[in-house]
């Protein structure tokens, strides 16, 4: 045998050890990371009154509007829906009913529901 033979084998258990260092190495408890800490919180919410403590009015939001404009609207919404009006005319009577709707606050049922007084 040679000086090579002999030592091939001293390698192969040293290298074997090695492995068992690292195997040793990835079963031991790892150090847990620590939590990061938060900011405290900017604003804190405090309850001053709840809602029970009012008393509340429930209305339409057409009690506050002019008649005038509740007629506009309802005249713009039926010249809509009348089945001979042109196409362009509804769309024109459309959106003007819509924009008057945003520009008051009034939803197309409250329109329809409410109704004008007889003179």
């Known amino acids: 045998m040679t000086a090579l033979?002999?030592?091939?084998p001293v390698a192969?258990?040293?290298?074997?050890?090695?492995?068992?260092?690292d195997l040793n190495d990835l079963t031991s408890p790892k150090r847990s990371?620590?939590?990061?800490?938060?900011?405290?919180p900017l604003y804190k919410a405090r309850v001053i009154e709840t809602a029970d403590s009012y008393s509340v009015r429930v209305h339409g939001s057409t009690e506050d509007l002019d008649e005038n404009i509740l007629v506009r609207m309802k005249k713009c919404l039926a010249r809509a829906n009348h089945p001979e009006t042109p196409e362009a005319e509804v769309k024109a009577a459309l959106f003007m009913a819509s924009k008057l709707m945003t520009t008051y606050n009034v939803t197309t049922a409250e329109v329809l529901a409410h109704e004008t007084p007889e003179a």
């Open 33 to 40: 990371r620590a939590k990061p800490r938060r900011a405290p």
């Open 12 to 21: 192969k258990n040293k290298r074997s050890s090695d492995d068992d260092s």
């Open 5 to 8: 033979d002999s030592l091939l």
